[in-house]
C-alpha cells in the first residue's frame, strides 16, 4: 500500500506537486492495479470453480452413485387389502400374495392416578412435600422401566415437583396436575418389555394413589401382534421387519387381508428418470459457463474507475466478468468430454450391444437443441418433457417387459460414468481429491498474487518518497533563495 505519511510541498514553488507525483508514478501505480485486478479475477474464478465443482461432485456421490448397484432397480410394492396394515416391500421380497390379521396394536402403559390428599386435608401443590402426605422420610420408592430398576429416597424436603423429577429421571412420562390432584405416568415407549411398575420399602404407595387399590387405573404396555401366512409375529412398535419388508399396523382387524407384492415399475422409472434430471441440470450448467460470451472488453475495474460509476453500473460491468470465468476452460472441458463419452459407449448384455436410445433415452439433434442443452437427455413420453411427452415410453415398456435388462443395462452405465468421473476427479500436484479443477495451483497463484502486490506497493512507495524528497529539496532551496532576496532587498532599502 502507497505510503499515508503527510507531506507538505509545493508552499514556496506553488507548483502542485501532488499531482505531479501521482503522474511520475502513475507507471508504479498502473502494475499495482493491475495486480489486483489479477487477483480478484482469480478470487472470482476460484468462487465459480467451488461452485461449479459442488454440482459436478452433488452428482456423482448422489444419484449416481446410488445408480451403480443393481438394488436401485431391484424395488417391489405391496398393496394391501385393508387400511388396517400398510406394508414397504424390501428389494427380496418375494413376489405373490400374502394373507395376514392384525391382532393386536402396541400399546404403552400408563397410570392414572387416585386423588391425593394431604394428612391435614389442605390442597396438594407442587411444592406440597410427601411428607405431608404421610410418606415417611427415609423410605424408598422404587420404579422399573424396561426391566432397569431406579431408587428413589423420599427426603423430609422432597416434594410432589422433585418426586415426578426424579421419575422422568428413571425413564417415564410423568406429570403432577394440581387441578385433579392426580399422578399421570406414562412409558415412554409401547411394548410390555418398556413398560414401568413400581415397589416401595417403608413408602405407601396409596398415599401417592399409585395403586389400584387406592383407586388408580392401570393400563399395561402391550406388544403389537400380527399373524402373516398363519405364522405370528411380536413387535413392541406397531412396525416389523420380517424378511426385508416393514409391516406397520394401523388397527386391529378380524378380517383376512390380501397382500400382494409384484415388481415397482414406477419406482425404477422414477430411479432412472430423477438421475437424468439431475444429469441434465449439472451438465447444462458446464455447457453455460463453458459457451459464455467472452468478456476481452471488460477490464477490471481499479477503486478509481469505479468513483465515476454508479452502484448498478459497476455489478453490471463486473457481473459481465464473472459470467465468463469458466468459458472455454480447459479443466471443464476435460471433465464434460469424459462424461459425454461415457454416456453415449455401447453397453453389452448378453452378446448384444445397446445404447441408451434403445431404452428411448436420446439427446435431442444438434440444430434443434438450445445452445446450452445439446448434451441433455430426453426420456421418449416422459409428461414433464415438452418436447418429447407425445412419443411411444418405450423405458416404461421395457422395465415391464424385461426389468433385468434394464437393471444390468444402467447399473454398467452407471459405473462407466462413475468411474470415468472418478478419474477426473483425482488428487494430483495442482488437485485436490474430489476437485475437477485445478485448486492448489489457483490457491498458490493468489498467495504469490499477495506477495507480489506488497513488492509492487513497496516500490510505489519508495518512488513516491524520492520525488516528494527531491521537491521538498527544491521548496527548501527556493525558500532559501527567497530568504536571501529579501535580505539584499532590505539593505537597499535602508
Do not use: C
Amino acid at each position: 500500500m502507497a505510503s499515508n505519511k503527510i507531506r507538505m510541498s509545493g508552499m514556496v514553488s506553488g507548483m502542485d506537486t501532488e499531482s505531479l507525483i501521482t503522474a511520475l508514478t502513475s507507471a508504479h501505480k498502473t502494475k499495482v492495479d493491475k495486480a489486483k485486478g489479477e487477483q480478484k479475477k482469480l478470487g472470482w474464478t476460484q468462487d465459480a470453480w467451488k461452485s461449479m465443482n459442488s454440482k459436478i461432485y452433488g452428482l456423482f456421490s448422489g444419484k449416481l452413485s446410488g445408480m451403480r448397484f443393481s438394488d436401485s432397480y431391484n424395488k417391489k410394492v405391496t398393496t394391501s387389502s385393508s387400511s388396517a396394515l400398510s406394508v414397504t416391500a424390501g428389494a427380496n421380497a418375494a413376489e405373490g400374495t400374502m394373507t395376514a390379521k392384525v391382532k393386536a396394536m402396541a400399546k404403552a402403559g400408563y397410570l392414572t392416578g387416585a386423588e391425593i390428599k394431604t394428612t391435614t386435608n389442605e390442597k396438594v401443590t407442587q411444592d406440597t412435600k410427601l411428607t405431608e402426605l404421610g410418606i415417611t422420610a427415609g423410605s424408598t420408592i422404587s420404579i422399573s422401566v424396561a426391566g432397569k430398576s431406579k431408587d428413589i429416597e423420599v427426603t423430609e424436603d422432597m416434594t410432589m415437583y422433585g418426586f415426578t423429577t426424579a421419575l422422568k429421571e428413571a425413564g417415564v412420562n410423568a406429570n403432577f396436575d394440581v387441578e385433579n390432584k392426580r399422578l399421570f405416568i406414562s412409558a415412554k415407549e409401547t411394548g410390555a418389555e418398556n413398560d414401568f411398575k413400581f415397589t416401595s420399602s417403608g413408602a405407601d404407595l396409596t398415599k401417592l394413589g399409585l395403586t389400584e387399590t387406592s383407586g388408580a387405573k392401570r393400563i399395561k404396555g402391550e406388544d403389537a401382534e400380527l399373524e402373516l401366512n398363519g405364522a405370528t409375529f411380536k413387535s413392541s412398535s406397531n412396525t416389523f421387519k420380517i424378511n426385508g419388508s416393514t409391516y406397520t399396523v394401523n388397527d386391529v382387524s378380524n378380517e383376512t387381508i390380501t397382500l400382494k407384492t409384484s415388481m415397482d415399475t414406477s419406482g425404477i422409472y422414477d430411479t432412472i428418470k430423477n438421475f437424468f434430471k439431475d444429469y441434465n441440470e449439472t451438465i447444462n450448467a458446464m455447457s453455460k459457463a463453458y459457451n459464455a460470451e467472452s468478456s476481452s472488453k471488460y477490464s477490471m475495474l481499479t477503486d478509481e474507475m469505479k468513483d465515476y460509476m454508479s452502484d448498478k453500473e459497476v455489478e453490471e460491468w463486473e457481473g459481465k466478468i464473472k459470467d465468463s470465468l469458466l468459458r472455454k476452460d480447459s479443466s471443464l472441458n476435460s471433465i464434460m468430454s469424459a462424461m459425454r463419452d461415457a454416456m453415449s459407449q455401447a453397453i453389452e448384455i448378453d452378446g448384444k450391444k445397446y445404447t441408451l436410445a434403445d431404452f428411448g433415452i436420446d439427446k435431442q439433434s444438434y440444430l434443434n437443441a438450445d445452445a446450452n442443452e445439446k448434451y441433455a437427455y430426453h426420456i421418449y413420453g416422459d409428461s414433464d418433457d415438452a418436447v418429447y411427452a407425445g412419443k411411444t415410453d418405450k423405458l416404461k415398456d421395457m422395465i415391464e417387459k424385461d426389468p433385468e435388462l434394464v437393471s444390468k443395462f444402467f447399473t454398467e452405465l452407471s459405473n462407466k460414468l462413475y468411474d470415468s468421473m472418478n478419474e477426473q476427479m483425482r488428487s494430483t500436484d495442482y488437485s485436490s481429491a474430489y476437485k475437477v479443477y485445478e485448486d492448489k495451483r489457483m490457491q498458490k497463484d493468489y498467495d504469490n498474487y499477495t506477495k507480489k502486490i506488497a513488492e509492487l506497493e513497496k516500490k510505489l512507495t519508495e518512488a513516491e518518497d524520492r520525488y516528494y524528497k527531491k521537491f521538498g529539496a527544491m521548496e527548501s532551496m527556493l525558500s532559501k533563495i527567497n530568504d536571501s532576496s529579501s535580505a539584499i532587498s532590505s539593505l537597499f532599502n535602508m
